[in-house]
T-cell receptor, first 113, second 117 residues
Framework: SQQGEEDPQALSIQEGENATMNCSYK?????LQWYRQNSGRGLVHLIL?????REKHSGRLRVTLDTSKKSSSLLITASRAADTASYFC?????????????FGEGTQLTVNP | EAGVAQSPRYKIIEKRQSVAFWCNPI?????LYWYQQILGQGPKLLIQ????????DSQLPKDRFSAERLKGVDSTLKIQPAKLEDSAVYLC???????????????FGQGTRLTVV
């Protein structure tokens, strides 16, 4: 079963605007990750935030994590047409023999030039 | 560094036929995942290997799907017999995970797009 639920399912913005995507999950996690997928391609890892972290930055990306609300958000600032893709959150729950990565259904982001 | 390699990229088969997908993970990555991604949905974990042992196959339809990872390196995923609802992209991913480690970034291959007609 899917762990994460992204919101919104689809987002359309103009180039230069900021894009915010949200992810909610159900069970306790070790870390939460965001991935990007261009149409017809594999997933690319963007950023990882650990369960004891609240905020993390990487370039134009800002991720927050609220473990009390079991939610995370991904902010892309100053969006570009090339940011058009599907974005997925994935929760990692550590077990004795490795980490299980469970993905949400994704947010389809369209950045219009 | 070479990425995760998958083949074939595309496959079209008739229902009830069998099909096999191949994956070569990044060298040194102990964990290998197979995901099924139906169009418009997120990836769903089918099976996870740690070296050559299975650590999670709870969502693998074992009556028709099988996977192996001989020698703890490359892996094959097989479907026999295929159904129409198996049409999807099959993604392979690998990660360098140690027990107790926090960093579990997964590296994905390009996927195999399967169409069952």
């Amino acid at each position: 079963s899917q762990q994460g639920e992204e919101d919104p399912q689809a987002l359309s913005i103009q180039e230069g605007e900021n894009a915010t995507m949200n992810c909610s999950y159900k069970t306790s996690i070790n870390n939460l990750q965001w991935y990007r997928q261009n149409s017809g391609r594999g997933l690319v890892h963007l950023i990882l935030i650990r369960s004891n972290e609240r905020e993390k930055h990487s370039g134009r990306l800002r991720v927050t994590l609220d473990t009390s609300k079991k939610s995370s958000s991904l902010l892309i600032t100053a969006s570009r047409a090339a940011d058009t893709a599907s974005y997925f959150c994935a929760t990692a729950s550590l077990r004795t023999s490795g980490s299980r990565l469970t993905f949400g259904e994704g947010t389809q982001l369209t950045v219009n030039p | 560094e070479a990425g995760v390699a998958q083949s074939p990229r595309y496959k079209i088969i008739e229902k009830r036929q069998s099909v096999a997908f191949w994956c070569n993970p990044i060298s040194g990555h102990a964990t290998l995942y197979w995901y099924q991604q139906i169009l418009g949905q997120g990836p769903k974990l089918l099976i996870q290997f740690q070296n050559n042992g299975v650590v999670d196959d709870s969502q693998l339809p074992k009556d028709r799907f099988s996977a192996e990872r001989l020698k703890g390196v490359d892996s094959t995923l097989k479907i026999q017999p295929a159904k129409l609802e198996d049409s999807a992209v099959y993604l392979c991913a690998s990660s360098l995970v140690l027990q107790g480690a926090w960093n579990t970034e997964a590296f994905f291959g390009q996927g195999t797009r399967l169409t069952v007609v």
